[in-house]
C-alpha cells in the first residue's frame, strides 16, 4: 500500500530533499502552499508536478484540518517556520507565531483529523544557545538567545507534550546547522558562497561580515532529511540530536569558499558591526551518537565536501 505524507515548508531548503527522497520511495507527496503572488517553487521545480498542493497556513488552524482530511497522511512533516535568526529579533511576534504557536495548530489539526498519524518537528540548535555544556545531547538544557531559539523550544516543548498526553507518535529533529546551495542566501554560509562566486566574476567587491570567530557545527542538508525520516520509521517516538560532531569557525568557511576560486579573502572580507547579532550564540556542537545507534543514521558529506559543493553551485549558477 502506498504510504502518503504532508509536508509544510516544501520549497525550502530541507522540504525540497525531503519532497525528492520520499517519492523516492514512492510516498504520496502533499504540501501545504500558502498562497502568495508569486509563489517561490525554485528549489522544487524539477519535481512540483510529483506533488499535491494544498492552500493553507501554519496560523489558520481551519486550513490546516481541512489539509489533514484531503491529504489523510501516515506520515506528517512540519517544516514551515520563520527560519532566519536575524529577522526574529525585526519581526519576533511573526516568529513566536509562526514558529511556535504554528507547531501547536499542527500538532492539533493531527490530533483532530488523524491522531495515528506519525508527526516529525523540526527543531533547532539555536534551541541550545548559551550553551551550559558541550558537545549537546539531547538532554542538555536549552538556553535560547534569540526570539527564533525562544520559539523553536516552544514548538518542541508542544511536541513533547502532545506525545505525552495524547500517546501521538510526535519526534523532534534537533538539527544542528545543515546548509546546501538551495540555502537561501541570508544565510551566512550561502552568503559567503555566493559572494565568492560573484567577486570572481566581478559582480561584486567586498564581502561584509559579522563575526568571524562563531563556531558552527555545519552538516549536508540531504543528509538531514534521511535523519528526518528514520525517526517516523522507528517502534517508539523519541527526539534525535542530528549534527556532525565537528565544530569549524565562520573564518574557516570563508578561507575554504574563496580559496576554491583561488582569492585570497582577506583581500575582499570587511567586518561589519552591522552583521553583529544582539546577543550571540558563540559555539554550538552536537553530539549524534543516539541517533547514529538508534537510527542508523550516518554522514555521508563532510564540511570542506558541503562548501566546496555551495561555491561550485553558486559559480555555475551565476556564470549563466
Known amino acids: ?43 522544487i521545480e524539477h519535481i512540483k508536478n510529483e506533488i499535491e498542493f494544498i ?3 501554519l496560523l489558520d488552524q481551519g486550513s490546516l484540518i481541512n489539509a489533514m482530511r484531503i491529504s489523510d497522511p501516515d506520515e506528517v512533516y512540519n517544516l514551515a517556520a520563520q527560519s532566519f535568526v536575524g529577522t526574529s529579533w525585526i519581526q519576533p511576534v511573526l516568529t513566536g507565531q509562526s514558529t511556535g504557536i504554528g507547531v501547536t495548530n499542527m500538532l492539533e489539526a493531527v490530533r483532530l483529523v488523524k491522531p495515528e498519524a506519525r508527526f516529525y518537528q523540526a527543531s533547532s540548535s539555536e534551541m ?5 555544556e558541550t558537545p549537546q545531547i539531547e538532554t542538555t ?13 516552544y514548538g518542541h516543548w508542544i511536541t513533547v507534550n502532545y506525545r505525552e498526553s495524547y500517546d501521538m507518535f510526535a519526534c523532534s529533529g534537533i538539527l544542528f546547522n545543515h546548509e546546501s546551495p538551495r540555502r537561501g542566501v541570508e544565510f551566512v554560509t550561502r552568503k559567503v558562497t555566493d559572494a565568492a562566486a560573484r567577486i570572481k566574476l566581478g559582480l561584486q567587491k567586498e564581502l561584509r561580515m559579522g563575526n568571524l570567530d562563531a563556531k558552527r557545527d555545519w552538516g549536508f542538508a540531504g543528509d538531514y532529511v ?43 572580507v570587511v567586518i561589519d558591526e552591522k552583521f553583529v547579532r544582539p546577543a550571540e550564540v558563540d559555539l554550538l556542537l552536537g ?5 547514529k545507534q538508534n537510527l542508523g543514521w550516518e554522514l555521508e558529506v563532510g564540511f570542506e565536501q558541503l562548501v566546496t559543493m555551495m561555491v561550485d553551485s553558486d559559480l555555475a549558477k551565476l556564470s549563466k
Open 287 to 291: 553530539d549524534c551518537t543516539k541517533a
Open 226 to 268: 534521511k535523519a528526518m525520516w528514520l525517526m517516523l520509521q522507528q517502534d517508539t517516538p523519541d527526539d534525535y540530536v542530528i549534527s556532525t560532531g565537528e565544530m569549524h569557525t565562520v573564518q574557516e568557511l570563508v578561507e575554504i569558499a574563496f580559496g576554491r576560486l583561488d582569492l585570497n579573502w582577506r583581500d575582499y
Open 55 to 57: 492552500d493553507g497556513d
Open 128 to 132: 541550545f544557545g548559551k550553551v551550559v
Open 1 to 43: 500500500m502506498t504510504k502518503s505524507a504532508f509536508v509544510t515548508g516544501i520549497t525550502g531548503q530541507d522540504g525540497s530533499y525531503l519532497a525528492e527522497l520520499l517519492l523516492e520511495k514512492g510516498y504520496k507527496v502533499f504540501a501545504l502552499r500558502r498562497r502568495t503572488s508569486t509563489p517561490i517553487m525554485e528549489n
Open 141 to 153: 538544557p536549552f538556553y535560547p538567545r534569540s526570539p527564533y531559539g525562544v520559539a523553536k523550544v
